[in-house]
């Protein structure tokens, strides 16, 4: 490959997985790349666009990482410098726990040209995917989007504050965490609080339980559900069945809880 273009960093966000879900902007981003670095979120049928771009994977996958974030960062200003244009495309929105704004900082450094191509963050796109909406007039006035897990490994102490609050809470990277999490809200709320784990998010894999913060443990594990998931907590969880997506109809036939199963777990029979 031979570098035609100057040195470019696009933080590119990919969606929160379906492959339908990213920008028009992503897109031409891709087409023009030189080299395209992706992390693991990312769905890997979106990297057709890059036709003419090398491609490089350095996310984190069974617990390993393929590179380092130093390393990642070396990589986008050395790429950037030898071929031209590095696209570096992020599940979700780069700017939501995505370190896009560390990797713009660090190019910048070295004098090379940098842009941003938002994308829709999976706290938002899958829970609406899904039926769930964060707000809701009478029932929840505002949203939290809070990391599960902090860089320091341990539960953002957020979560403490935002289970003291009547509004929805969005947790990402949190499901290490589950029984902090169900501690806290026990501790600060009621046991019939409903919740949603809904893991791997728009995509035909997707899996989801819908409860309450007293059941929830026994259907993520009767369910087997793992990360990457999303957690939502709040009443308007409880809407979730009477509402219809896009989505739903289209792809997940199959793959949703029926609605009487949903409602049981909620407490709403008793």
Same mark, same amino acid.
């Given at each position: ?123 938002? #796109?899958?829970?609406?995917? @899904?039926?769930?909406? =964060? /707000?809701?007039?009478?029932? %929840? +006035?505002? !949203? ?89 907590? #709040?009443?308007?969880?409880? @809407?979730?069945?009477? =509402? /219809?997506?896009?989505?739903? %109809? +289209?792809? !997940? ?18």
């Amino acid at each position: 490959m031979i570098q035609t273009n100057k040195p470019k960093l696009t933080i590119v966000g990919a969606g929160p997985g379906d492959v339908e879900l990213i920008t028009l902007k992503a897109i031409k981003a891709l087409e023009e790349a030189d080299v395209v670095l992706y992390d693991a979120l990312v769905n890997e049928e979106l990297l057709q666009y890059a036709k003419h771009a090398e491609i490089i994977f350095v996310g984190k996958r069974f617990g390993c990482h393929a590179y380092s974030q130093d390393q990642i960062n070396d990589l986008i200003v050395s790429m950037a410098k030898k071929y031209g244009h590095v696209v570096r495309l992020k599940g979700g929105d780069p700017f939501v726990f995505g370190r896009g704004s560390e990797e713009i900082d660090f190019a910048n450094q070295f004098g090379i040209e940098t842009a941003i191509v938002p994308g829709i963050s999976s706290a938002l #796109g899958v829970p609406a995917s @899904n039926g769930i909406s =964060l /707000t809701q007039r009478k029932v %929840a +006035e505002s !949203f939290w989007v809070i990391t599960g897990t902090t860089s320091d490994h341990k539960l953002s102490k957020d979560v403490d504050l935002a289970s003291q609050s009547s509004a929805t809470v969005v947790i990402l990277m949190g499901m290490n965490k589950l029984d902090e999490i169900v501690s806290l809200y026990q501790n600060n709320r009621t046991d019939d609080l409903p919740i949603a784990i809904i893991q791997n998010g728009t995509q035909k894999s997707q899996k989801k339980v819908i409860g309450t913060i007293s059941n929830i443990g026994t259907l993520v594990k009767k369910n087997e559900i793992t990360s990457p998931a999303i957690i939502v907590i #709040g009443e308007v969880v409880k @809407n979730a069945s009477a =509402l /219809t997506s896009y989505m739903k %109809a +289209e792809m !997940f036939s199959d793959a949703f809880l029926e609605e009487e199963f949903i409602l049981q777990n909620l407490n709403v029979f008793e």
